[in-house]
């Protein structure tokens, strides 16, 4: 047996106790294997791909740039990438028009192919006059990017093609600075490696502009950071990671 | 910085001057000479003439070729070209569109647009050898009693179905279209998305679909009773493309199958948000309804499937070109607990139109390129067993028109005269095709008992069947049934999987004449439900069961 009765708000503690009557007597009951209202079939709702409000998730992948512009560290293209993880809100001014943020996670890595002897100088003393193998500089930042959107052309709920202009602010809070040498010369070490975390040389703050173009379920991204990685601790080092990335977000929809 | 500048201009450039599509509408047909005998199929004609629609229509006219030249000239690519709509789809520029724009013999233009549409149902697989894929291909025909057609020898004979679909991989080899291919059964082929012959590559959902119409097994198995009917298969589907230009493509095969004489289009595709908004449900606003009420209105009936948004929060109901009025949209049923199942959508359409109008098995054994056949699920196959059946009928009673056609498949659904929008009048039956049957409207069956607040329903005691599904039982050799939970919480009694389940259905219909709320059931003991008065207020109850349909005004 099935109860359906609507109640006013001044009856809700009949109500409670009547239910709480029928949920007793449930191993007794029909079971209702379907109850549908129409009114929630055709509700249109405000929360959309282009409604007025929408939040999804999306991946990121990208990679850094080698300009080899002067006091620039040569990287290794490939290997020297930035991907994330995150939530995207959007909020829609008009039919062209919309605003919102990014909250996410950046993991970032570079590897460097220059010889920075003189940072490495400062690191440590010993380790310079050997062949350095590996040189890597990861790092995670926690990432706020607020973003103003134009949209192209009619759509449906749809997210549809756009530009966005981004500015983001991030927080560096993991790094890791990893050094590997290889010593032919040497008859007590053949490999050494120097692993070092928290780093005091890197800036903690960053801020930059990104412009992404959109278009469905894809953007592809393209983004300048206006602080540089390694602070005023390294004096002598005149060489900076680049301060360019590209790639791609890959949206999921909700 | 110069690279930056670069690429950031790059990408501007890429947004800004990124070429729209238009539908260009022209104003007239002047001077366009026309010969419908040497343009369409003798079936064409012949089906204009059964249903009093003009073989010299102005719809069918070709556009006039020097107002395409100029258009075609002033934009950038002509994308195709619709006589139905007397318009052509171009991509150009703000200033070559404004160009045509000013152009004398140009009615309107509407923009178009492009985006990534993808329809799919989750996969749930249940049946784990050939022994119970045998029963689901036995029970996906026999819930529509289809068998009787092939009794009688009917089998969709001397009826054309066209198929839109993503592709027809196997098609062209698979011992399951042996007896199509030994007949030149496939009538025409094409491909819209890349205007060429071949259909027998790309996704094979169409090779899936087209079995559910027309497929035998090597021992002979139906898994669709249109075995004898003529085919034509075309691709307007691109996954992962632009969505409105399958739309188009569909309009352009509607032109094309109609030419070609189909009498049936069937169209396991479905576009919702991705390309509309739920108030463009509304069976006139997007170009693939439109098209489908167009070819409807040439006297060919076009089946749908009502689209797998059920369980998608966002959307849930019909998607196009399910919502057009003279479309036969077609919903899921679960085989196993015999109502409907999770991801089949919901109607009505946005001007409160019935949709579904009828459902049949959405989950259903359907041809695989690897596995020769595999279970699969999703409205995509429920329709195109509707297409079969609904040739087969159309055999039986040739002198319908498309129109009384769908009529009278809705009102042989198995819950007629009763309907909702998860189920629309039930599964078609075949036998109310073949012989009069008697109304199944019968008050007798219920004990309505109307309370000071509360209206009481019973079913007559001798009526009241005890569904095996939902209880554990005790069968003769004294088997303990076993009772099993799906993934989506319906519960299967595994040693009676196919059977059609007797459940009590309710709704409650308003003044404007649709349901405000409906109901499904289980069926154990009396009362069955209580309903409060106040609810009921100005209201039509109605409810069904075991063939019974009472209605009760308040």
Same mark, same amino acid.
């Given at each position: ?27 007794? #009951? ?195 950071? #206006? ?28 | ?39 369409? %199929?003798?079936? &064409?004609?012949? +089906? ?21 030249? =100029? ?50 149902? =989750? ?15 036995? $029970? ?11 009794? %009688? ?103 094309? !199958? ?14 919702? +948000? +991705?390309? %509309? ?13 439109? !098209? ?88 995509? $196959?429920? &329709?195109?067993?509707?297409?079969? $059946? ?28 009763? $309907?909702?929008?998860? %189920? ?8 109310? /095709? ?11 069956? /219920? ?94 109850? +109605? ?12």
């Amino acid at each position: 047996m099935v109860l359906r009765v609507q109640y006013n708000f001044n009856e809700m503690r009949i109500a409670l106790i009547t239910h709480m009557l029928i949920f007793s007597m449930a191993g007794f #009951c029909q079971d209702t294997l379907l109850y549908k209202k129409t009114v929630e079939t055709l509700s249109e709702g405000d929360f959309g791909p282009n409604k007025k409000n929408y939040i999804h998730t999306f991946f990121k992948v990208g990679f850094y740039q080698n300009t080899d512009a002067l006091n620039t560290c040569l990287i290794q293209g490939g290997n020297s990438f930035t991907s994330g993880y995150g939530v995207r809100f959007k909020r829609k001014l008009s039919s062209k028009l919309a605003f919102g943020y990014d909250l996410g996670y950046d993991f970032n890595q570079y590897r460097f192919k220059r010889d920075l002897s003189s940072l490495y100088s400062q690191l440590n003393g010993f380790l310079t006059s050997d062949s350095l193998k590996t040189d890597k500089l990861t790092f995670g930042i926690l990432e706020l990017a607020p973003y103003f959107r134009i949209n192209f052309g009619k759509r449906g709920d749809h997210l549809g093609k756009y530009l966005d202009f981004v500015f983001y602010g991030a927080l560096m809070i993991s790094s890791k600075h990893v050094l590997k040498w290889d010593h032919p010369n040497s008859s007590i070490i053949k490999k050494s490696t120097y692993k070092s975390r928290r780093l005091g040389y890197t800036n903690k703050l960053f801020y930059g502009i990104e412009m992404r173009y959109g278009n469905a379920f894809y953007n592809l991204f393209m983004r300048y950071r #206006c602080v540089h990685i390694f602070n005023s601790k390294l004096n002598d080092n005149p060489y900076q990671p680049s301060l360019i990335s590209w790639g791609a977000y890959i949206i999921i929809p909700d | 910085m110069k690279c930056i500048l670069t690429i950031i201009i790059a990408l501007a450039l890429l947004s800004t001057c990124a070429q729209e599509k238009y539908w260009v509408y022209f104003s007239d047909k002047k001077g366009v000479t026309f010969d419908p005998k040497e343009y369409f %199929h003798p079936n &064409a004609i012949e +089906r204009r003439i059964k249903n009093n629609y003009p073989i010299n229509h102005f719809s069918d006219r070709p556009l006039v070729k020097s107002y395409v030249q =100029e258009v075609s000239g002033l934009a950038s690519l002509c994308k195709g070209v619709s006589r139905w709509l007397n318009a052509i789809v171009v991509t150009a520029n703000d200033a070559q569109i404004e160009q045509i724009r000013e152009l004398p013999f140009v009615l309107k233009i509407e923009a178009s647009s492009c985006h990534s549409v993808v329809c799919t149902s =989750e996969e749930i697989n249940v049946t784990h050898n050939d022994f119970e894929k045998r029963d689901l291909i036995r $029970f996906q025909l026999d819930r529509m009693n289809a068998h009787q057609f092939k009794e %009688h020898g009917i089998t969709g004979r001397g009826l054309t179905i066209a198929i839109f679909d993503a592709g027809f991989p196997g098609v062209d080899k698979a011992p399951m279209f042996e007896h199509i291919r030994a007949r030149d059964g496939i009538i025409g082929t094409y491909d819209f998305i890349r205007n060429t012959d071949n259909v027998y590559r790309k996704i094979e959902h169409g090779s899936m679909v087209f079995s559910c119409i027309a497929g035998v097994t090597k021992d002979s198995l139906r898994l669709g009773v249109a075995t004898g009917a003529n085919f034509l298969l075309a691709i307007t589907e691109k996954l992962m493309k632009e969505g409105l230009a399958e739309e188009e493509a569909w309009l352009f095969a509607a032109e094309w !199958a109609d030419k070609n004489g189909a009498d049936i289009i069937n169209s396991s595709l479905g576009y919702t +948000r +991705r390309n %509309h908004f739920k108030q463009d449900m509304d069976g006139q606003t997007a170009i693939i309804t439109r !098209a489908a009420n167009l070819a409807s209105a040439k006297g060919i009936l076009v089946v749908s499937s009502a689209g797998n948004e059920g369980n998608k929060r966002h959307w849930m109901m019909v998607a196009a070109p399910a919502d057009g009025d003279s479309v036969l949209a077609v919903g899921a049923i679960n085989p196993w607990s015999g109502f409907h199942t999770n991801f089949s959508s919901f109607g009505p359409s946005s001007d409160k139109e019935l949709k579904p109008n009828v459902t049949a098995v959405g989950h259903v054994i359907a041809y695989h390129k690897l596995l020769k056949m595999s279970e699969t699920q999703g409205t995509s $196959f429920s &329709a195109p067993l509707v297409a079969g $059946f609904a040739a087969c009928a159309w055999q039986a009673n040739p002198t319908l028109t498309n129109w009384e056609l769908l009529k009278r498949i809705e009102t042989s659904g198995d819950l007629y005269p009763y $309907f909702d929008y998860a %189920h629309g009048y039930g599964v078609p039956q075949a036998d109310c /095709f073949l012989s009069n049957t008697a109304s199944k409207s019968n008050d007798s069956a /219920f004990i309505v008992d109307i309370g000071d607040s509360v209206v009481t329903i019973s079913i007559r005691d001798d009526l009241l069947i005890n569904d095996t599904l939902f209880h554990v039982s005790e069968n003769h050799d004294g088997v303990i049934n076993i009772i099993t939970k799906r993934d989506d919480g319906i519960k299967i009694d595994k040693n009676h999987p196919f059977i059609k389940h007797e459940l009590f259905y309710y709704h409650l219909e308003n003044k404007e004449g649709f349901l405000d709320e409906f109901s499904v059931l289980s069926v154990e003991k009396n009362p069955i439900v209580k309903i409060g008065l106040d609810s009921l207020e100005d209201r039509i109850l +109605r409810i069904h069961y075991y063939g019974f349909t009472r209605s009760i005004q308040f």
